[in-house]
């Protein structure tokens, strides 16, 4: 089968930004529980400067990762940036010191967060920003989106995307503007339903299917967490067959799946980076897509 090498987020708009279909997640740089400073600041730092080298030129941050720690690793590996990168940040929640995660989505938060981001990533403009829905949540989506297209009318974010988001939330969105792309966990195992914090179900591959209908990007989150039994014995058989790992198959049968998607896998390892980095030179054949499902 072929396989797009490149996906374009934006494409209707002026602006569009055309990146490698296999990025980069900065999530589990920070410390345990996403929090903190990272145990091995040096390999941190040394995996930003790997993407770049190796061609990959998205990154996805948050300034709640940390908190502000992704944020101000990409920055001091990486500023000033090449031309072709683009980083792709997230608001909407928050961390605590209990390590807790809680919604921070009212329009002024919204903004003082995209103030923060700006400021660590020492830039003028975010290039992509998602808005991340959390549960427990007391603000309307329309006026939380409605400040996100207020601050890209100013200039401060190029493109809106939206994260979390189930199908009705995403048909919501779209009639309120150009939703860029969508940020949800989707991934082999993980492609009916994702159980939310508040024991909300919610379907993900009915949210590929609106991002295919309307030509949106869908970038997955966990698409390894939650893509990784303990054992697939039809994954374990592909491996076997291209002498690969199941997390690279995994990330194969993403790449294969649809050109829409864009997989930002994650790692705090240089081991694990090049490994999630090799899954792109993997070709399957429409043999496996079928036997895969």
Excluded at 173 to 183: C, R, T
Excluded at 197 to 206: A, I
């Amino acid at each position: 089968m072929s396989i797009a090498k490149t996906i374009t987020i934006g494409a209707s708009t002026t602006h569009p930004l055309t990146v490698h279909r296999l990025g980069y997640g900065t999530m589990r740089l920070t410390g345990d529980f996403i929090y903190g400073e990272p145990a091995n600041r040096p390999e941190a730092l040394q995996i930003l400067r790997e993407t770049v080298k190796n061609g990959i030129n998205f990154l996805d941050t948050a300034d709640y990762y940390g908190e502000d720690v992704t944020n101000r690793l990409i920055a001091e590996a990486l500023y000033p940036y090449p031309d072709h990168l683009v980083i792709c940040t997230k608001v909407g929640a928050t961390r605590k010191p209990d390590k807790g995660w809680y919604a921070f989505n009212k329009p002024g938060e919204l903004r003082r967060s995209i103030e923060r981001n700006l400021a660590t990533l020492r830039t003028d403009q975010i290039q992509l920003v998602h808005f991340r829905i959390m549960p427990h949540s007391d603000t309307p989506l329309e006026e939380s989106l409605e400040a996100m297209f207020k601050m890209q009318k100013e200039g401060k974010i190029l493109h809106v995307g939206i994260s979390n988001v189930n199908p009705g939330e995403l048909k919501k969105a779209l009639g309120m503007g150009k939703i860029a792309s969508v940020e949800n966990a989707f991934g082999y195992s993980g492609r009916t339903t994702f159980r939310q914090h508040n024991n909300e179900t919610r379907g993900m591959q009915e949210v590929m299917d609106i991002c295919i209908k309307n030509g949106i990007p869908m970038i997955p989150f966990f698409s390894l967490l939650n893509s990784l039994p303990k054992h697939d014995e039809k994954i374990a058989a592909i491996a076997a067959k291209y002498g690969a790992t199941p997390a690279q198959i995994n990330l194969a049968w993403l790449l294969h799946y649809n050109d829409l998607l864009l997989p930002i896998p994650g790692t705090s390892r240089l081991k694990h980076f090049e490994e999630n980095r090799r899954s792109v030179d993997i070709t399957l054949t429409a043999q496996d897509m079928e036997y895969l499902g």
